[in-house]
């Protein structure tokens, strides 16, 4: 009797449809038929038959029911989808816990490697069919992880093909994303070219999500250069996406990618906006991946662009930028070709964070050319110099922080800086320098030695083909203040070179012994390029040079390698005999005449023998007479040349 009203009730309504024509459409034409196709003689038969059927039919496995339900049968219907949800979500529990408990045993430390792969080879099969699931779950997450971490290789083949068709989600997931990480880790060559080609088609999408731009990062940094490039590939260009063909390509850098291929730049470029903004807009620029991208965008983009991009760019985005080798190249291409309002912006993003810059490999790169081409003295003494006043001991001993006060003491010396690291201080943009390709392509590294490992051993290796480089790194761009003034107000007049020579006193045989803090108190004991020190701190440089001779003249220790035995401070010692009469003379007068029986051997017979070539004739004359005697019985050993003079 219900069905009968209910139909009763929309026959009713129907009926009251105000009656516009039909206009051709699917839903417009139904509803005329509707109206005209029931007989006018026996309504209450034929609204009877669609309901008898139907309950039959809604009780048949397989079969659809497109009949409405009643309310009775909704409520039914609710029940039995809740139940099983509350089932489903039982099991899943049940498998949760059950799993927890036995990833406490299997991650322990102390487990006997057969207890945990036999632990692990049942967790894997209780998981079996289940891993998509189970990859999205906080705790269970973790449990595959550990498995993965410690199973055998077929037991993670097994696991890669049951999560491989759903990789694009899990990419994207916030729990799964550290077991895809994880299987690029574990993953063969093979295996992860298969991964990253499951990942085609949707690099520029996943490097807009926070989650899924890690995974993208992580296979680029894993990769070899050809996986490289067919993460990259796609984010050049539509016509690189659509065609495999074309990823195959010897050529890494854009440029030569678009003249082999006879691109449009102008079709490139817009393709490339249309990639890089969205992921600058959400700020998602701490990937390499994404450094190598607008690097190369930079490389063939016009003036406009160029211009419009370093804009966006130059502001405290930046700061999470120069951690990386291209990163740091954009940060000096910004601070190089920006206007003084942008290198104002970048200089304030770094407030608070120049202790950390200055120790970072890249970063320190930054810093090296703020210093040396920034007008803005007061901005730049202000945030920069005074935060590294503050660390000044701890910079003269880092592998990095060295940079930025050598910098200021001898601005680009070629013995302080490798090949990459010119290359990277001389960077600039074709459009915006008005120099032709070719003439910026000379002055580059080629794009394929990004894998290659900077290193000093590199500096030895390329020195000849890096001249060209050196010297052009004077010629830097964007500075109009005469350099000398520049380095005057912020090394001097800023207090830090005051400070910089009691660091040196108070800390000299450390500094002397260290690998990089031997550069800094070298050039301050000579008083810096130029004789920059010598102005204002005569006297404490001098001060300087014999403490260098007391602790020199110290006698030997069991405590501590004594200077003249350090392989280190024998050579800095030897460098400051020959560079500086003054401190040959103190060092001579008050260490070593009289004494150099001792030291004719080993590492100190170089600081010995330097005093026959002091430019100080007092010193050489002296130093021979008591030299001589070792020389003729061979005790002391050095090249004929040195004998002669």
């Given amino acids: 009797m219900a069905a009968k009203n209910q139909q009763h009730s929309k026959q009713k309504k129907r009926k009251q449809i105000p009656g516009p024509k039909p206009d051709g459409n699917s839903s417009g034409s139904k509803k005329p038929k509707l109206l005209h196709s029931k007989p006018s003689n026996h309504p209450s038969k034929e609204s009877k038959k669609p309901?008898?059927?139907?309950?039959?039919?809604?009780?048949?496995?397989?079969?659809?029911?497109?009949?409405?339900?009643?309310?009775?049968?909704r409520r039914l219907h609710a029940k039995e989808l809740s139940e099983a949800r509350k089932k489903k979500r039982k099991r899943h529990y049940n498998l949760e816990q059950e799993l927890a408990h036995m990833w406490e045993k299997m991650r322990r430390r102390n487990i006997a490697k057969a207890d945990r792969s036999k632990l692990i080879s049942e967790a894997l099969q209780?998981?079996?069919?289940?891993?998509?699931?189970?990859?999205?779950?906080?705790?269970s997450s973790r449990v595959l992880q550990t498995c993965v971490k410690y199973c055998s290789q077929d037991e993670r083949d097994v696991v890669?093909?049951?999560?491989?068709?759903?990789?694009?989600?899990?990419?994207?997931?916030?729990?799964?994303?550290?077991?895809?990480?994880?299987?690029?880790?574990?993953?063969?060559?093979k295996q992860r070219g298969g991964i990253i080609s499951c990942f085609r088609g949707h690099i520029s999408s996943l490097l807009r999500h926070m989650v899924g731009s890690v995974v993208i990062e992580h296979a680029y940094q894993l990769g070899n250069p050809t996986q490289k490039q067919e993460l990259l590939m796609e984010l050049y260009s539509t016509e690189l996406q659509l065609f495999k063909d074309l990823v195959s390509m010897k050529e890494s850098r854009l440029a030569d990618i678009i003249s082999k291929l006879d691109l449009q730049k102008g079709s490139v470029l817009r393709h490339m906006n249309s990639v890089i903004q969205p992921i600058l807009e959400k700020g998602i620029v701490d990937h390499?991946?994404?450094?190598?991208?607008?690097?190369?965008?930079?490389?063939?983009?016009?003036?406009?662009?160029?211009?419009?991009?370093?804009?966006?760019?130059?502001?405290?985005?930046?700061?999470?930028m120069i951690h990386t080798r291209d990163g740091s190249r954009i940060g000096v291409l910004c601070v190089k070709h920006g206007s003084a309002k942008e290198r104002k912006k970048i200089i304030k993003g770094m407030k608070g964070h120049?202790?950390?810059?200055?120790?970072?490999?890249?970063?320190?790169?930054?810093?090296?050319?703020?210093?040396?081409?920034?007008?803005?003295?007061k901005l730049v003494t202000k945030v920069v110099i005074h935060e590294i006043q503050e660390i000044l001991e701890e910079l003269a001993f880092d592998k990095n922080g060295w940079h930025i006060l050598l910098q200021l003491l001898h601005p680009n010396c070629l013995r302080y800086y490798s090949p990459d690291e010119l290359a990277s201080l001389n960077f600039s943009i074709p459009s915006l320098c008005g120099k032709s390709e070719s003439e910026v392509e000379s002055s580059k590294v080629n794009g394929s030695s990004e894998e290659a490992k900077n290193d000093t051993g590199m500096a030895v290796a390329e020195a000849n083909t890096s001249s060209e480089?050196?010297?052009?790194?004077?010629?830097?761009?964007?500075?109009?203040?005469?350099?000398?003034?520049?380095?005057?107000?912020?090394?001097?007049?800023?207090?830090?070179?005051?400070?910089?020579?009691?660091?040196?006193?108070?800390?000299?045989?450390?500094?002397?012994?260290?690998?990089?803090?031997?550069?800094?108190?070298?050039?301050?004991?000579?008083?810096?390029?130029?004789?920059?020190?010598?102005?204002?701190?005569?006297?404490?440089?001098n001060k300087l040079r014999k403490t260098i001779a007391f602790l020199v003249g110290e006698?030997?220790?069991?405590?501590?390698?004594?200077?003249?035995?350090?392989?280190?401070?024998?050579r800095t010692l030897r460098k400051l005999i020959l560079d500086c009469p003054t401190f040959a003379s103190t060092l001579w007068n008050t260490a070593l005449q009289g004494k150099c029986s001792t030291w004719v051997q080993g590492h100190s017979s170089k600081v010995i023998s330097a005093f026959l070539e002091s430019s100080d004739s007092k010193v050489r004359e002296l130093a021979k007479e008591e030299l001589q005697p070792f020389i003729d019985n061979g005790k002391l050993k050095i090249a004929e040349t040195k004998q002669s003079s």
Avoid: W
């Fill in 51 to 73: 309901f008898k059927p139907h309950k039959h039919k809604q009780s048949e496995p397989g079969k659809e029911n497109n009949a409405p339900m009643s309310k009775r049968e």
């Fill in 126 to 139: 209780k998981m079996k069919g289940k891993i998509s699931e189970i990859t999205s779950s906080h705790v």
């Fill in 160 to 189: 890669l093909e049951e999560i491989q068709p759903h990789l694009l989600t899990l990419a994207c997931n916030t729990y799964a994303v550290h077991l895809v990480k994880l299987i690029l880790d574990r993953a063969s060559e």
């Fill in 288 to 320: 390499s991946i994404i450094h190598r991208v607008l690097i190369e965008f930079l490389s063939i983009a016009d003036k406009s662009s160029a211009a419009d991009l370093i804009q966006q760019l130059s502001s405290p985005l930046l700061v999470r």
């Fill in 354 to 377: 120049i202790s950390k810059i200055a120790r970072d490999q890249h970063g320190s790169k930054v810093l090296v050319c703020i210093v040396s081409i920034v007008d803005d003295t």
């Fill in 469 to 541: 480089l050196g010297d052009s790194l004077h010629a830097v761009e964007g500075g109009k203040k005469d350099p000398s003034i520049r380095r005057q107000e912020l090394l001097v007049k800023s207090g830090l070179a005051e400070k910089l020579v009691d660091v040196c006193i108070g800390s000299a045989g450390k500094l002397l012994r260290s690998n990089f803090g031997k550069y800094v108190i070298y050039q301050v004991a000579i008083g810096g390029s130029d004789g920059i020190l010598h102005q204002t701190l005569d006297e404490k440089i």
């Fill in 555 to 570: 006698p030997k220790s069991k405590e501590e390698e004594h200077l003249l035995e350090n392989f280190h401070s024998t």
